[in-house]
């Protein structure tokens, strides 16, 4: 075989349009799929300036080399604290536990950092411990802030390290802030049903086509990290209910990108269909990435941006409140949204890069 | 263009293999999914003989042309009662409502009939009547058997009627009929996810791959048509709780065939996991196509199967208890449910034609 | 069932960022996959302003509920000329045929016009009339320009029509054009493969997920109206050849967007790994949205964009050249083509609007 | 969590139906998915006893729970030679150059194989060893059948080792063998395009969901191993074109199994259609499955089966003849021709236990 050689067209627009003097960001554990979209979404945005995008695999390849869909031509590099001096803005991507020693880290260089790791997302060190071991910096716990921006939008604005919200709880709170505000839910199940793409850039059964494909396949059954996570936001919406209790379970379905967070919630007392109409309508009448939509959304309509769409309805036949939160998983529920939040955080307008 | 005219392959194998002498059977309204389906099956079954095929449209074309994946010669008519002097059985794949008065002229006939509709499966005319509009042969009701197999084995082997499930319906009692029958259903959420040939072979925005693919889509929010008929069904198998509500609701999803009913059941009391595994394993020790399972079954894995995959789970967290069941929408779901009541209905081994 | 009202989430965005002062533009037949995509396209331009979008059917409709992927809040209204005076450019997405007199009607008006048809692709009158019947407007055939960007960027400049390539002879010919230009092809056979959205907002059993899902469908054997455009610019690439035809054959396949052109030419004389290379090289250093790829490339790579991707090789053992284009057939295959050349007749820049 | 413990719904089943007296056969390296589907396909076959399953990895697993779909309750174990006196056949699941030492060993115990590995697929040994590196059984080669079993039904019959086409030639050969055995083909591209299964339990870039589907990518350009073994099928099949050379590439298209191969022949006369007809109705009028069809086939109606579709079309506007093949690549293309070929050398019905 004999190939034609690669001439860069990328340089065309390698050096990003016009060099913005914006803050200074780089990318930490950008060959994961949220990493990657991150770095890609940071490259295309007109006010911040992506400097580096680090990884332990895949060293000295061009992050568009791993990801052919990203145009992003910086070469992943290890992270060495010592040449960072001076960025303003950090997105980490890694795993549980792994995260909160480099948030730590880059927090002392003086960067922002959006952490999309479970390590600052509960208020409650042992709720943490309880699902995912000792935690490794619980001093910096309380100097975080939890980034679902439609509900903490000012604190996010000023905080110095934003937990970024899993991809469930940003679709399931979405659909149910306006009830727990309310005091309305006395019970709630909420049935998530996302893309393949949710399990990352893992190799092996669930992830191959031929066993991935043409399926629906629930997991972590009766035992999902993200239920404490959603309960201790809808009890901060709610005091009113600190025994609050979420049933949450997940399923693998056949598509790439694309999250529904179907939630079923047998109210505190009866709510008319008007009342619920106007609870949702004032609740995100402002909101630029919430969509009130008037019949079931499909997570099609949603996928790659940073919407999310939601609808709800009251079931006459048995009284409960159906409420539906469709987002794309690696958009609105992870990466798109740390962007959001890297807006607020620096003074841009949240939909600046996002449109 | 040129084309090569088509000889016959099929006709080694029109002639079915033995010729059997069995019951002789016709399939009417086989133009849709699940008609066509269930023509299929019984033209390659050993024991029945597919005499006619019926339909509406497309009279005058094989069936195999119709529907190039089953390879069913025979070419589909109209519906001419005259001509069927002599069967034995009918599936009646007709829309609900349009169903009725051809199930009563086949069973005039003497043909015990398979109907696929909902026509059948109430018991209640007055609860048929608040969903699907006037019933028109109500006096056939109490003739008429539910037709899922494991519930009413013996009752289907001497119908003259069989009322075919729904495909939801099927999933969601298969996984929740042992709790029923133990009393332990004080409240169920039943989330339902079906690929695109759930929607049949009708051709909008529902089914169109650049619309249905990559998607996940909530349809009939509050008002889907199957509530009525799992609810009878739960309450039969539990008398003592005749109250009994459920909340459903069902997804359509980028595959094609497959289904899953995921039950969320408030209990009305405690269950320990032993007891659940037990009850379970009483329930279904005996039944050839239900798969009890140790872990979450996908539905790839009961594709094209009569088998239906249940998994149920205790969730400590909330006291709940979670039940799966995972079946092909038009297999077990629909047609070949179909051809196992069929053959108790004429006394041939349960799993004759479906291994 | 009580749905909650829709609030205008887009009342924000529905006011374009800027309001641009540019050319106003509008798409007749935004109903079609391809016309909703130029408005799409158009709507979030910085530099265009969509002033309105017309269509046959959906009328009173907004363009975002018919297409709820594409957030663009115009509401489709007839196509009334009186009311269109003022207006700067249209993109036409109308049938073959049905284009021809409104884009006349649209150039009385004044307005510079890509017509997404094949009215205009061919020069030659007598090859239009083989393939498509009597042309409505043999006038305009030679002032229109044929709208592949990369070949002919100055004329279509300066065009009043421009007739943007189907989206086949897109990635063909620029898969090809290198080859040709060195008067290297002396047979060439083009098997292309593209997702089912380039069967258009049909409802079928053509695009049915349950039919399309899981397929691969050859369809047009030996009779594809692509091949005479393609030979006709392939022919004045290498006016030393003048007989050249092109075998060309087109498969639909199990995706949403994406299209591939595998090229096999025969070469009129042996071509080296090398001189492939820096040909190619040559033919695209300065393109801004063409990628030479080092190894052969996905259609996922692509997606949602106008860049196409190309991979050339020479085979040893046969001594032919392989090469591919890889493209969206919804976007460089068609609506994001068009916007690329509209920014070339309104003297923008050719990437405006489109990274 | 609490699971539910397995009873096993598969003693029913687990025990073959009517416990055959026939030929006791083997599947070594049943892990793969090429060795899973031919040990489900005869563990199913009424007249073939599978009495064990090996592999490398997975062992103490029962096949079944391994592979979900297929209901294979035997334990996968060790190759052990000693523990396998008296078994008649064996499938050969193995890597190329793998499998031959243990098909010797096989062979020696007094099995009759049939190997899907590449190692006794070409008769010339300087072939296979310019593809493959050396041969590791290169004395054996003469004692193999290659089996494509429309074209060496005979041998194949009497054959000690049954070389398994690959699923490329097979749908190739098939499309191409009427063509060639008339002297027909000039010159012949073939470009095929097949599902993720195709690239088989192999956990990578190419076979994620999130990369491979929505996807076409072709793959190894320029130098298919497939070739030799097609050009030596087409060569013998006619004699006076023994330079015959195949251009052929493949690709992997967003679907798990399927395979078609569009075939573009050079003749090297003049054929009309009528000849055409005749040539391949001729050809194949007996083939119990060879189905000839009148329009382009797609890889949906043969998938799961034993089928080939071929459809050929004269192309007038070049002069050129476009054959195609659909197959299922696991099926017919792999495993199911497997069991046809085992048919055939124990003296069966060939369609037995594939219809």
């Known amino acids: 075989m004999s190939c034609v050689a690669s001439v860069s067209p990328h ?19 950008a060959t994961g799929f949220t990493g990657a979209l991150a770095a890609h979404l940071l490259w295309r945005h007109p006010d911040f300036e992506l400097v580096a995008v680090t990884g332990r695999s895949e060293q000295g390849r ?46 002392e260089l003086g960067a922002r950092v959006v952490d999309l790791s479970a ?26 802030v939890y980034g679902l921006t439609e509900l903490h939008r000012e604190r996010i604005a000023g905080a110095g390290i934003v937990a970024n919200p899993g991809c469930y709880p940003t679709a399931s709170l979405l659909a149910l802030a306006p009830l727990a505000r309310a005091g309305l839910i006395a019970d709630v199940v909420i049935d998530a049903k996302q893309g393949i793409s949710g ?21 972590k059954v009766a035992a999902h990290r993200h239920t404490p996570e ?17 049933q949450f379970q997940a399923h693998l379905v056949s598509l790439d990108q694309g999250e529904m967070a179907s939630c079923y919630v047998t109210t505190t007392r009866p709510v008319a269909a008007e009342e619920l109409r106007a609870m949702y309508a004032d609740a995100y009448a402002d909101e630029p990435f919430v969509e009130l ?29 159906i409420a539906f939160g469709a987002i794309d998983n690696l958009w609105k529920g992870t990466s798109s949204q740390a962007v959001q939040n890297l807006n607020l955080m620096f003074g841009l307008p949240e939909t600046r890069g996002l449109l």
């Open 62 to 107: 061009r992050l568009q080399d791993v990801y052919p869909r990203y145009r992003v031509p910086l070469v992943i590099e290890a992270l060495e604290l010592e040449r960072l001096q001076g960025i303003d803005a950090a997105v980490v991507a890694y795993p549980h536990a792994a995260a909160a020693p480099t948030v730590a880290a880059l927090r």
């Open 293 to 321: 939509v008037e019949r079931p959304p499909g997570v099609l309509e949603v996928r790659e941006t940073n919407f999310c769409r939601v609808f709800a309805a009251a079931d006459e036949h048995t009284g409960k409140v």
């Open 199 to 219: 399990a990352g850039r893992v190799f092996d059964e669930t992830t191959h086509l031929s066993m991935a494909g043409e399926n629906i396949v629930p997991y």
């Open 11 to 29: 340089e065309a627009i390698a050096s990003q349009p016009s060099a913005p003097a914006g803050p200074r960001v780089i990318v930490a554990g």
């Open 119 to 144: 390590d600052f997302r509960l208020g409650s060190q042992s709720e943490y411990e309880k699902w995912y071991g000792e935690h490794p910096r619980p001093e910096l716990l309380e100097d975080a």
């Open 230 to 246: 959603i309960e201790e936001q809808l009890r901060a919406l709610d005091p009113a209910h600190p025994e609050l209790k979420v």
